[in-house]
């Protein structure tokens, strides 16, 4: 039971490159959910799913896009990196409404 | 618009003392209340967490505290030790959503 793993763990970007960062969770949840967390400004949620099937936008979606491609993966891409995407991203996990977030480890990205 | 937020950034207690982490909210949506905790180059952690309809919620070391008319919540370390030493994230969810509001963090440093 590994929980929430996301991959990569480090990536460098320069600027205009795209990619997709991977996530994946074995507990059977139903919501999932992308932040970026920055210095002095907290976790800021990208886009979540609130159930298989479904996506949302959050407090700060420009730039990026989802894919809830099964229960178990959410994945995030950014088509055209730049460097205000400079950051550490989260994915997390959570069974129902009231339950609580499941981090994975982070992507630290840098685009330059 | 900040709907939760932690306005102190850091904390300095001696090993021993209480450590008293506090929170405010303005969207009186919110009915459930999460702490994280966050090391370096990990993911957040959850710590503890209250309902509403709870004023105090208490978890061996941890206690949260809960003010629904001051729109107020606190955690309580005690004893605080220096492995409690961690960025502090409070968090909030309510209405028909999913999604959790978090604050900035509040950087906790235990001194042996």
């Known amino acids: 039971n590994a929980g929430v793993t996301q991959t990569p763990k480090f990536q460098v970007l320069k600027t205009g490159q795209s990619m997709t960062l991977q996530c994946a969770q074995d507990m059977n949840h139903n919501s999932m959910y992308w932040y970026r967390q920055d210095p002095g400004m907290g976790l800021r949620l990208i886009y979540y799913s609130a159930s298989e099937g479904t996506t949302d936008k959050g407090e700060v979606p420009n730039g990026y896009n989802v894919s809830r491609l099964n229960k178990r993966e959410f994945s995030l891409r950014l088509e055209s990196a730049a460097p205000s995407q400079t950051s550490v991203y989260f994915c997390a996990s959570r069974f129902g409404r009231g339950g609580e977030q499941y981090f994975g480890p982070g992507t630290r990205l840098t685009v330059t | 618009d900040q709907q939760v937020k932690q306005n102190s950034p850091s904390l300095s207690v001696q090993e021993g003392r209480i450590s008293i982490l506090n929170c405010d909210y303005t969207n009186s949506m919110f009915d459930y209340f999460l702490w994280y905790k966050k090391y370096p180059a990990e993911g957040p952690t959850f710590l503890i967490s209250?309902?509403?309809?709870?004023d105090k919620n208490e978890d061996g070391r941890f206690t949260v505290f809960l003010n629904k008319s001051a729109k107020h919540l606190s955690l309580h370390i005690v004893p605080s030790q220096p492995g409690d030493s961690a960025v502090y994230f409070c968090a909030a969810t309510g209405g028909a959503n999913s999604k959790l509001t978090f604050g900035k963090g509040i950087t906790l440093s235990v001194r042996p």
């Open positions: 209250i309902s509403s309809i709870k």
